[in-house]
T-cell receptor
Framework: KNEVEQSPQNLTAQEGEFITINCSYS?????LHWLQQHPGGGIVSLFM???GKKKHGRLIATINIQEKHSSLHITASHPRDSAVYIC???????????FGKGTKLSVKP | DTEVTQTPKHLVMGMTNKKSLKCEQH?????MYWYKQKAKKPPELMFV???????INESVPSRFSPECPNSSLLNLHLHALQPEDSALYLC????????????FGPGTRLTVT
C-alpha cells in the first residue's frame, strides 16, 4: 500500500528560526510534491522532486531515495510562512497523489 | 500561463438546488482532477479525467456528476447535496506524458444548508 507520513503534525517557531518538516514514504511512490495551504485558501505547489535537492528563495527541499525520506526546510522563517505544509507522493498508474496529513506551522513574530 | 482557475470562489446552496462548479486551465494539460477537502484534513480524490475521458471515480455518490466538455474545462454538477458535502472543492491539472506534477486551483468553498 502506498503511504506518506509527515512529522511533526504541529510546529510553532519564532521568527527567524530554521524550520524542518519531514516526510517518509513507502515503496511505489515515484516522486514527491511539497504543497502549501494558507488558512481557508487553495493549495500552492512549492516543489516536486524525485531526486536530489531543490531551492527556491528561503525554501529548500531534499529527497533521499534510498531512505525514502524527504525534508522541507525554511530558512529565516517569517510569520507569513504560517500555513499547512503537505507532503504528497505520486503513486499509481494515473499519477495519483497520496497525501500526508500535513504539518501546521505557526511562526510567531 | 501556469494557472488553474475555479469559479465560483464561494457557493451556498440548499439541499434541493442544482449548481455547478467550474475549473479551467490553459496549460495544455490533458489530465484534470476533482478533490474534496474537509477542514483540517488532506484533500480526497473524487474524479480523474484523462484525455477528456473519466478514468477514476473514487466511489463518489451520484449527486456529484463530473463533466469534461473539452481539454481545458472541467465541471462538477451538484444536485440534492447533503450538509456533510460542505467542503472546499479543489481542481487540479497535470500533463500525463510528463512529470505528473499537479497544479491546483484556489478552490470553491461550498456550504450546503
Amino acid at each position: 500500500k502506498n503511504e506518506v507520513e509527515q512529522s511533526p503534525q504541529n510546529l510553532t517557531a519564532q521568527e527567524g528560526e530554521f524550520i524542518t518538516i519531514n516526510c517518509s514514504y513507502s515503496v511505489g511512490i515515484s516522486a514527491l510534491h511539497w504543497l502549501q495551504q494558507h488558512p481557508g485558501g487553495g493549495i500552492v505547489s512549492l516543489f516536486m522532486l524525485s531526486s536530489g535537492k531543490k531551492k527556491h528563495g528561503r525554501l529548500i527541499a531534499t529527497i533521499n531515495i534510498q531512505e525514502k525520506h524527504s525534508s522541507l526546510h525554511i530558512t529565516a522563517s517569517h510569520p507569513r510562512d504560517s500555513a499547512v505544509y503537505i507532503c504528497a507522493g505520486y503513486g499509481g498508474s494515473q499519477g495519483n497523489l497520496i497525501f500526508g496529513k500535513g504539518t501546521k506551522l505557526s511562526v510567531k513574530p | 500561463d501556469t494557472e488553474v482557475t475555479q469559479t465560483p470562489k464561494h457557493l451556498v446552496m440548499g439541499m434541493t438546488n442544482k449548481k455547478s462548479l467550474k475549473c479551467e486551465q490553459h496549460m495544455g494539460h490533458r489530465a484534470m482532477y476533482w478533490y474534496k477537502q474537509k477542514a483540517k484534513k488532506p484533500p480526497e480524490l473524487m474524479f480523474v479525467y484523462s484525455y477528456e475521458k473519466l478514468s477514476i471515480n473514487e466511489s463518489v455518490p451520484s449527486r456529484f456528476s463530473p463533466e469534461c466538455p473539452n481539454s481545458s474545462l472541467l465541471n462538477l454538477h451538484l444536485h440534492a447535496l447533503q450538509p456533510e458535502d460542505s467542503a472546499l472543492y479543489l481542481c487540479a491539472s497535470s500533463q500525463p506524458t510528463r512529470s505528473y506534477e499537479q497544479y491546483f486551483g484556489p478552490g470553491t468553498r461550498l456550504t450546503v444548508t
